[in-house]
């Protein structure tokens, strides 16, 4: 299965500190994004990262890629109470498929 | 920012009768999507949608689903007779081409009682 995995499972973090979440994957992948979705709502896309690319910045969020290790990782900097929510991983296959990880639960503790 | 509208935002529907849900997505995307989330699972794929014909489905999106984009707006998922185990978040999402990101509806929450 193409699946990404995410870890940790769960994460629980002071305010301020930075959150580390980690993706793996098993295919070749022309792009990895991360989402974020708040409990029971939508997903939002935060960031886009090619394969071609290996490190991409948007605001607090810094995300790395390693297509050697078929892995990404999601920094959060300074992370705030309002951070608080799932993060998935997904990646879109050479053979234009996408697919979700199982998702990070960030808590973030005011 | 444009979005993506999804209605109803929740769906409670008998087994064994069908449901249209309803998914506005972005007018200049190109591609478009539903997937589902059963509570407290994992994001999954069914199907995509490019140039009026379906271009990748899952397993999941068997011959009880169908998609339809009616008139150029609308992007709808059928699910002919519903069963208890198809209760879940349905997504609806766009994008404009690969080198975008997919823009996520809010979804719609099916129960199905």
New interface residues.
């Given amino acids: 299965s193409q ?1 990404g995995e995410e870890d940790p499972q769960a994460l629980s973090i002071q305010e301020g500190e930075n959150a580390t979440m980690n993706c793996s994957y098993k295919t070749s992948i ?2 990895l ?1 991360w ?1 974020r979705q708040n409990s ?6 935060l ?2 990262i090619r394969s071609n690319e290996r490190e991409k910045h948007s605001g607090r969020l810094r995300v790395t890629l390693d297509t050697s290790k078929k892995s990404s990782s999601l920094l959060i900097t300074a992370s705030r109470a309002a951070d608080t929510a799932s993060y ?1 991983c ?1 990646t ?1 296959t050479t053979g ?8 990070t639960s960030l808590t973030v503790i005011p | 920012e444009p979005e993506v509208t999804q209605t109803p935002s929740h769906q409670v529907t008998q087994m064994g009768q069908e449901v249209i849900l309803r998914c506005v997505p972005i007018s200049n995307h190109l591609y478009f ?1 539903w ?1 589902r989330q059963i509570l407290g699972q ?4 069914l199907v ?1 949608f490019y140039n009026n014909e379906i ?2 489905k899952s397993e999941i999106f068997d011959d009880q689903f169908s998609v339809e984009r009616p008139d150029g707006s609308n992007f709808t998922l059928k699910i002919r007779s519903t069963k208890l185990e198809d209760s879940a ?1 349905y ?1 609806c ?1 766009s994008r404009r081409d ?1 080198s ?8 719609t ?1 099916l129960t199905v009682v």
């Fill in positions: 699946q022309n792009n994004q989402y029971g709502r939508g997903l939002v896309h960031i886009l998935f997904a879109e234009n498929q996408f697919y979700f990880g199982t998702g | 999507y997937y994992k994001v999954e794929f995509s271009s990748e978040m997504f999402a690969s975008y990101g997919y823009t996520f509806g809010s979804g929450r």
